[in-house]
């Protein structure tokens, strides 16, 4: 394997939990729902899918464990705003809150204890190919899904009926519901597709990134995933772009250490955020094109008068 | 069945006064049910929650000393959030005031004079305040959004302070421990009653600040302007308000009270800059808003209970063994329950059978 | 209101009864500044209570509070152990330095112990540490022992003095056996990020080191490691579960013995304030089983920690260069503890540059 091609998977391990978060909220924003809650959803996904790998001894069941938990804890959030129509900003933090309690509760005796590691895909031949094999054809199969998942989105929002439909009720809910669309109905369904995103993201921390359990394992992954949204202006490719990007900046400011550049650690390490800001500056100067994506009702508590 | 929410004609005056206790009374059977399937005693446990930290003198002024930077940040974030600006960094913008501020005593440690203390609250203002216009320029000249900027300038600032306390402010007696020199007397912050415990003035002015900013936002026409323009910012157009100039105005205002609740931090409870000055105070402060239905006499209670729960965890901890995480998912359940329990003050729920619908429909159709 | 009359008689009690102590529990109090499920520096310290715990028995009432934020909170937290009654209290990381002088001025009666730092502004504290880089030297010599590349990598988590030490001290014990030793230093900026520290190793590893070790907390580079196939070394806690082809040795730092006896010191009474810096002679530094190593690597390993043990050797003893290649420390000469507890500078052949 060539230093190249073990910096980009390196890359790609770092962005794809970002990406897969990232992507689920993209879909709650569309549809106007603001959910601050994707860390808490994020680490519950991390120790239920660590946990469950470790008792099963099958990563696969941990997955999916870690699913079904981030989709039920963003059940809570959907709950509050959209039925009791509590502030989206208030609850997601609170969820943030009560996610990284649970977890540090639920995850005492899994502390020390490794975990059960996803290991990755091998193709005769094509993983063997020189200078980009590994990278296209021998890495994680949740890597590939992340793939998957951002492409299945894109389609989804943009040519299928269905995805027209969430963009509406994201846009403008109320002549949504004169159309007779179930608004609450659709923003729950994106809410919860929203956690199982991020509680994937949470299990691939857990089982293939580093396979073992500390509290707070996140580490403000959810924040970042948050960031990318916006900084993609809800577009999904642009979400797989900025996740890479900041991946990119994130380990490239390693290497720079490891080379002996001389400059303050503090400065590479806070390179990834200056990044996002300048990046973001370059895009939103161009006003037709972000205000044309941005979800209008988003944030906006949604009552069906009867 | 199903839950229908009727939309009141006003805001319920009962129920605005009633939300709170109901929210109180459902956090309680539920933190005595978690408690107890951890196999605590739950009426030891909520006690040592909610009655032993409120017993001595001491801990009332540790209340104080937790509740002021809490109190004095989500009071500026009540004029941005009002106003439809959302700044999530008030975190970095507390970091850079206390920075700003501590550029007297840090590097003219020999200039002692009663003038330093006033300048020190001044300058942190300053900083803060101008951290935060870095999101509001951003905003209205380059229509960058506010929340992912704010948020990523607060792990900038974070990194700032940890260079600076490391490298270029670093205690030349300190053993080279990351650490600044010890604050002057005349740059400490005085406690307000020094003899029973070590509130200092930061909570006075979080109190003042409350008092401030609830008559700008109620009584003045500039309040008017806040809620307007975030209501709708096209009916502010109409009425001639510049949506521009708020967002400098609301950014302005939040991060100069987070600067200011920064250096009273550094200045009245720590006495130094250290590489960690805040254990979230920016972030949590949100939630405190939240709480405090964004006003700001409301802040200050929410203020006090949200830091009521940080003092209850510890003593839980100490006394029963409650970890300190089951503290942080206990708090998460309060928050559920105050929004939940809000809810009421706009709207009157309803519980509908689910055949019920069925058989409205099957009527409007004969 | 029965509580409150209950609290009054007990404090009543023990006023009354104080003096006799001894026959009652002493009340042993930590605090630490991370979650004890960190499995790395508080994690360590929480081994040492419940060592307290196992050798004192009914002796001893034990409590503590984890994840204390460094500043305002801290002196509450100790404020809070001192009135409810602890006799003695560890604090447990650099950061409490200044509250715990502050408790302690107005709790003359109750004992502190700071761990990792230099005030002891009252009688009734002490200061405690522990030699790490004792260890560090070990494993240099390990690295240069097993390297293939001659180039080891360092996963740092923040400049402080203790973390320079050690980073010294494995480039010297290096540099004993192959005197052109290289060492890559990262940053992390943070003291547990499993993520992090994880890219930090990918990346070390792929600018071609062949050992890891780390002065950060997770066991994430341990995973890398053996992943991609080159050694490392665990840090804190014996990390073999994490690596049992990968982990050479690891530093363990074993606070227990120390936490036994001063506890037991206020049950006798003898308590005493002092700063101790103790290290593989007394036992606060323990190397894990030499593992995945040649023989020849193993037995330089053990003829080393036999020697520190004993005390007849001292990593820091000259001749030892700066970085710049001027003098340090001239042959036969032992650096004080003073000037090492605050060590600012690289050994020469460090390949970074320290923050001024």
Known sequence: MGMLEAILITIATAATPLLIAAIGELVVERSGVLNLGVEGMMVMGAVTGFGVALISGSPWLGFLAAILVGALFSLLFAFLTLTLVTNQVATGLALTLLGLGVSGMLGESFVGLPGVKLGSIYIPVLTDLPLVGKFLFGQDPIFYLSLLLTGSVGYFLFRTRAGLTLRSVGDNHASAHALGINVILIRYLAVMFGGACAGLAGGYLSIVYTPQWVENMTAGRGWIALALVVFASWRPWRVLAGAYLFGAVTIGQLHAQALGIGVPSQLLSSLPYLATVVVLVLISGNRRLTMVNTPASLGRPFVPDR | MRIELVKRPQRSALFSALSPFIALALTLVAGAIMFSLLGKNPLDALYYYFIDPLREVWSLHELAVKAAPLILIAIGLSVCFLSNNWNIGAEGQFIMGAVAGSILPVMYPDFQSWVVLPLMLIMGMAGGAAYAAVPALLKTRFNTNEILTSLMLVYVAQLFLDWMVRGPWRNPQGMNFPETRNFHEYAILPEIWASSGRAHWGFIFALVAAVAVWFMLSKTLRGYEVKVLGQSPRAGRFAGFSSAKMVFFAFVVSGALAGLAGISEVSGAIGQLRPTISPGYGFTAIIVAFLGRLNPLGIVAAGLVLALSYLGGEAAQISIGVSDKVARAFQGLLLFFVLGADTLIHYRIRFVATGSRKLEASHGNA | ?356
């Open chain 3, 1 to 356: 209101m029965k509580k409150t009359i209950l609290s009054f008689a007990t404090a009543a009690a023990v006023m009354a009864f104080g003096t006799l102590a001894a026959e009652a529990k002493v009340k042993a109090c930590w605090i630490y500044v991370g979650p004890i499920g960190d499995f790395g520096y508080s994690y360590q310290h929480h081994q040492g209570l419940l060592e307290v715990q196992k050798e004192l028995g009914d002796q001893v009432e034990t409590a503590y509070l984890e994840s204390v934020p460094e500043g305002a909170d801290a002196e509450r937290a100790l404020e809070r152990f001192a009135r409810s009654g602890c006799n003695i209290i560890f604090a447990t990381s650099f950061g409490f330095m200044d509250a715990t002088n502050k408790v302690a001025g107005r709790f003359p009666d109750v004992k502190f112990e700071h761990a990792t730092g230099y005030k002891r502004e009252h009688p009734n504290v002490a200061t405690y540490n522990s030699k790490f880089h004792e260890g560090r030297y070990v494993q240099g010599v390990i690295a240069a022992k097993v390297s293939k590349t001659g180039v080891a990598g360092y996963i740092a988590s923040f400049p402080i003095p203790e973390v320079v030490l050690g980073i010294n001290a494995f480039m010297l014990g290096a540099q004993s056996v192959n005197p052109d030793f290289k060492v890559k230093v990262v940053w992390a900026n943070t003291w547990y990020d499993a993520g992090k520290e994880a890219d930090a190793a990918k990346a070390l590893i792929d600018q071609g080191v062949d050992v890891i070790t780390q002065h950060t907390d997770s066991t994430a580079p341990m995973q890398v490691a053996t992943e991609r196939g080159v050694k490392a070394f665990g840090q804190a806690t014996d990390m073999i579960k994490f690596g049992p082809e990968t982990q050479l040795t690891a530093i363990v730092d074993d606070w227990g013995p120390y936490y036994v006896k001063r506890v037991k010191a206020v049950i006798d009474g003898t308590w005493q304030q002092h700063d101790v810096w103790d290290g593989m002679k007394e036992g606060n530094v323990v190397m894990a089983p030499f593992t995945n190593m040649p023989d020849d690597a193993k037995k330089a390993a053990e003829e080393i920690t036999a020697k520190i043990t004993s005390g007849e050797f001292n990593p820091y003893t000259g001749p030892i260069f700066k970085q710049d290649g001027s003098e340090w420390l001239k042959p036969g000469e032992v650096a004080d503890n003073g000037t090492l507890l605050g060590l600012n500078f690289y050994v020469k052949g460090v390949d970074d540059k320290l923050p001024q």
